[in-house]
């Protein structure tokens, strides 16, 4: 949480959290803007996991399924990559998503500490120097 709040203080514009439980946990729901799930089936994500972990189906099987469904997230989730292909594949399209965002933040940028301080700072030069307030 404490990477969260720095990457807002200096304002970062996009911060992208791994996070598999986020719909489960909810504990980071509240800092997130947006949504992406990266999705794919259950026949591919026990070929990974087991791949991965060197876990038995059955183990794997058995944490997928503790999860809450991808049918669920995905209807949660403002975009959805789908990673049915290979990585590469699934990387161009997160990195199409993540530049469509960057390119659309524009004014929330400012609803960042330095963007508050100054947009803050700018209102006061405003209003000193132009209204003769302050």
């Known amino acids: 949480?404490?990477?969260?709040?720095?990457?807002?203080?200096?304002?970062?514009?996009?911060?992208?959290?791994?996070?598999?439980?986020?719909?489960?946990?909810?504990?980071?729901?509240?800092?997130?803007?947006?949504?992406?799930?990266?999705?794919?089936t259950e026949e591919k994500q026990l070929e990974w996991l087991v791949a991965r972990d060197k876990s038995s189906k059955e183990d794997a099987l058995s944490r997928i399924r503790s999860q809450m469904p991808i049918?669920?997230?995905v209807e949660l989730a403002e975009k959805?990559?789908?990673?049915?292909?290979?990585?590469?594949?699934?990387e161009t399209k997160a990195i199409a998503i993540m530049n469509a965002?960057?390119?659309?933040?524009g004014f929330s940028r400012l609803f960042s500490a330095p963007g508050l301080v100054l947009s803050g700072l700018a209102c006061w030069i405003l209003l000193r120097y132009f209204v003769g307030i302050v």
């Open 1 to 40: 949480m404490w990477a969260l709040l720095t990457h807002f203080v200096i304002g970062t514009p996009l911060v992208v959290i791994d996070a598999p439980t986020l719909y489960e946990t909810k504990s980071l729901l509240p800092v997130c803007h947006s949504v992406i799930v990266v999705a794919t």
């Open 71 to 73: 049918t669920k997230k």
């Open 80 to 90: 959805v990559v789908w990673n049915t292909g290979s990585k590469e594949e699934a």
């Open 101 to 105: 965002y960057r390119n659309s933040l």
